[in-house]
């Protein structure tokens, strides 16, 4: 649909004011897109009717002539793909509003990197989709997990790089100083581009985003909560409605200067000090933003190390590297409560061997973990059950629930909460869905955590080799004997291979070291196609770089590494 210009009184040309759209803003009718100044004064262009704005034909400042083309726009019409078999008005305490019953081939319930890209490969295999969201399109992945702390890890690397530039030979003249608001604020804008991503292509893929509340009815009927009321009947249902950050119960959690992950990542103070509850994946993370940005920080953890889903052996080397940071850090301990000082100040009072430790910091941050998210979602009507621990619901490898048209993906699982998991699930479900049999494994899940350096790893570490009774071999190659990695200062670090010695297959990697998230899909790639560590050997790697770490220990598998 075009938007023109309209008559210009007196047909003399207009000028192109303020253009208020961006290509690929949603518009509502009379929505305005742009002002244009006329011999008779301004003049407001507006929408005639709700969609998508897909081409911007008019420039600022450019003249533009009575009825000339502004705009093209694509109609939405979100319902229209889906059969609204009925529509009641209810009165419920002297309101009026909407019983819309619907009915769907696949309703998704949660819009999370599980929900939509579940939603997104359902529409493109033809299938009718409509998806529920409470709250942001993108879920915590986009809105506060992976995205914002990535945005946050960035900005941290700037502030280190910048107070290491004099050994690449570049000086800075000043102090350097850390503008948390600004920080926060670029966060903000990646995390809403990609949500404005996601609504384009929940448009795109013409599925249903139906924003709300969704709870089961029964088996087959979902109600959802919003502006109006639904009623959906669906064929096929997937619950992706992800996790929630777990509650402690620990005297003093409540009181101001306790964040959590997704308070942290609002939070325009950078504090001077700051005592991290729980050192594993979150706490970490933070703990080096933290550090990086100039922060005084202490991290106490239950168990008796680090991350403790890694390998033993990085464990102890993010530790190390912490403390040579300037993190402190306090295994097997176990935080009793939290006080506020007389100046405002938090009081950490935990216990280890040592006895009863007092900590004092500006504030704290409670990392201790999430669980699934079933509230008010109302399992029990659709009989669904939990899996054996009850932490989260049951599903088999096809991702179907004791429920066969009833599917459960990602985080409300509990198997691995990681965003690539989830999507993968989604995927995995939807092929079900539609009869292309297929079987989530989890043997090749790549993990990555955003310290400084990062750390990955992908299948099996020594750890689970040796419970498994796998007869294997590793072999370990140090970032120090790497080229690129000495022109970048980071030297730290190394990676880990492991091979099944019955079929020569790598089985399993881990590595801790700069650009590790990024190497981590090759040995994926590798160990999920079956790889054996002579494919590796044989395989050119380019010449300065990183990856060749993995190509050094391949060949220490079998011959022993050329560099070191
Ligand atoms: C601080 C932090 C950092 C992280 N970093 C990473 C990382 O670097 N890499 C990584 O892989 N993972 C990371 N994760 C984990 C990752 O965010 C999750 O594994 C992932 O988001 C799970 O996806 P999901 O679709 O299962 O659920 P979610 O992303 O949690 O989405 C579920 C959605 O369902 C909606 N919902 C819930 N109940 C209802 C209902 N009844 N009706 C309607 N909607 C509902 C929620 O509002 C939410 O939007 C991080 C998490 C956190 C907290």
Redesign the pocket.
């Known amino acids: 649909m075009i938007i023109n210009m309209s008559v210009i009184p007196g047909g003399k040309a207009g000028k192109v004011g303020k253009i208020s759209v961006k290509l690929r803003d949603k518009v509502n009718t009379d929505d305005i897109l742009v002002q244009v100044e006329t011999g008779k004064g301004n003049k407001a262009i507006k929408a005639t009717a709700p969609g998508i704005i897909t081409k911007i034909l008019c420039e600022e400042g450019k003249e533009i002539l009575s009825k000339e083309a502004m705009f093209e726009l694509e109609p939405l019409d979100n319902t229209s793909d889906n059969n609204i078999v009925e529509s009641n008005t209810v009165n419920k305490e002297n309101t009026k509003s909407e019983i819309k019953k619907i009915e769907t081939e696949l309703l998704i319930?949660?819009?999370?990197?599980?929900?939509y890209v579940a939603a997104i490969y359902a529409a493109k295999k033809g299938k009718k989709v409509i998806i529920?969201?409470?709250?942001?399109?993108?879920?915590?992945?986009l809105?506060?997990?992976?995205i914002?702390?990535?945005a946050l890890v960035k900005s941290s690397e700037v502030c280190h790089t910048m107070k290491n530039s004099q050994l690449f030979g570049i000086k800075t003249t000043g102090e350097i100083q850390v503008d948390m608001k600004k920080v926060i604020s670029q966060k903000n804008e990646v995390v809403n581009k990609l949500v404005s991503g996601v609504d384009y292509l929940m448009q795109k893929n013409k599925i249903t985003v139906i924003k709300?509340?969704?709870?089961f009815i029964s088996p087959n009927q979902v109600s959802?909560e919003a502006a109006d009321k639904y009623l959906i009947n669906a064929k096929d249902i997937i619950i992706?409605?992800?996790?929630k950050?777990s509650k402690i119960n620990i005297e003093g959690i409540d009181l101001p200067f306790v964040m959590n992950?997704?308070t942290a990542?609002a939070s325009n103070d950078l504090p001077k000090s700051i005592t991290i509850i729980g050192g594993g994946?979150?706490g970490m993370?933070f703990a080096f933003i933290y550090r990086n940005l100039g922060v005084d920080v202490t991290v106490v953890e239950f168990m008796d190390r680090l991350l403790t889903m890694v390998d033993k052996e990085i464990s102890k080397e993010i530790e190390s590297i912490a403390k040579e940071n300037g993190i402190k850090i306090f295994t097997s301990s176990k935080v009793k409560k939290i006080q506020k000082a007389n100046n405002n100040q938090a009081i950490i009072t935990f216990e280890n061997a040592n006895g009863e430790l007092l900590l004092i910091s500006d504030k704290v941050l409670s990392a201790i973990g999430?669980e699934p998210?079933l509230?008010?979602?109302n399992i029990e009507k659709a009989n669904i059950i939990m899996n054996t621990n009850k932490k989260g619901i049951s599903v088999d490898s096809k991702m179907r629930t004791n429920i066969p048209h009833i599917y459960a993906?990602?985080?409300?699982t509990n198997i691995i909460?990681?965003?690539?998991?989830?999507s993968h699930g989604g995927i995995t479900a939807v092929n079900n869905i539609i009869g292309d049999e297929s079987e989530m494994d989890y043997s090749a899940v790549p993990n990555?955590i955003?310290t400084n350096p990062e750390i990955s790893s992908v299948g099996l570490n020594e750890e689970d080799c040796k419970k498994m009774n796998i007869d294997f071999t590793t072999s370990k190659f140090n970032y120090r004997s790497n080229g690129k990695a000495l022109t970048m200062n980071e030297s730290k670090g190394f990676i880990k291979l492991i091979k099944e010695n019955n079929t020569n297959k790598l089985v399993g990697a881990s590595i801790i070291g700069v650009e590790a998230s990024s190497l981590i899909s090759t040995i994926t790639l590798a160990i999920s196609k079956g790889l054996t560590d002579e494919d590796i050997r044989e395989t050119i790697f380019a010449h300065p770089t990183t990856s060749e770490i993995i190509h050094e220990a391949a060949l220490g598998l079998s011959l022993g590494a050329l560099h070191e």
């Open positions: 319930i949660g819009a999370g990197p599980g929900g529920i969201e409470k709250e942001a399109l993108g879920g915590t992945c809105n506060v997990g992976c914002p702390t990535k709300g509340n969704a709870s959802v992706a409605t992800g996790s950050i992950s997704t990542l994946v979150i993370e999430r998210n509230d008010n979602l993906i990602g985080d409300v909460q990681l965003a690539h998991v989830a990555v955003f």
